[in-house]
């Protein structure tokens, strides 16, 4: 058996015990099906691969602020979409459209940020 052979079938086993390598980049735990749209002010951003984060303190029908962890796409992604690190910062008003956690827990799978101009940016 080659050696190029017995790499690709290490590498199989492996992603076969440890599912964790193979459902990476999963978004199984996101209502995929479902909008959500959110507004709130960027409490942290954290610019970082593989997926970048944005949290949102969305005020709730009670008026009270409620943290919100929204995932992005990689810094590499977002860079090919015309993202920079000075697109958004702690401070900003965000409007957005997202996929909410199955769970019911205050976190987002981000598809996209509404613009001032009324237009959706894609940052995913």
Not at 42 to 51: A, F, G, K, R, T
Not at 60 to 67: I, L, M, T, Y
Not at 70 to 93: K, N, P, Y
Request: with cysteine.
């Amino acid at each position: 058996m080659s050696l190029k052979i017995k790499g690709t079938l290490a590498i199989l086993v492996f992603m076969a015990i440890n599912p964790i390598a193979s459902g990476h980049h999963s978004h199984a735990n996101y209502v995929e099906s479902e909008w959500l749209f959110l507004e709130g002010t960027v409490s942290e951003i954290h610019w970082m691969n593989p997926h970048s984060w944005i949290y949102l303190n969305v005020t709730d029908a009670n008026g009270q602020p409620r943290p919100w962890a929204i995932e992005g796409a990689s810094v590499t992604q977002l860079r090919r979409d015309g993202w920079t690190q000075e697109s958004i910062q702690v401070g900003d008003e965000l409007r957005m459209r997202c996929h909410p956690l199955k769970d019911g827990s205050r976190g987002c799978l981000l598809g996209y940020i509404t613009l001032d101009d009324g237009s959706e940016k894609e940052f995913d």
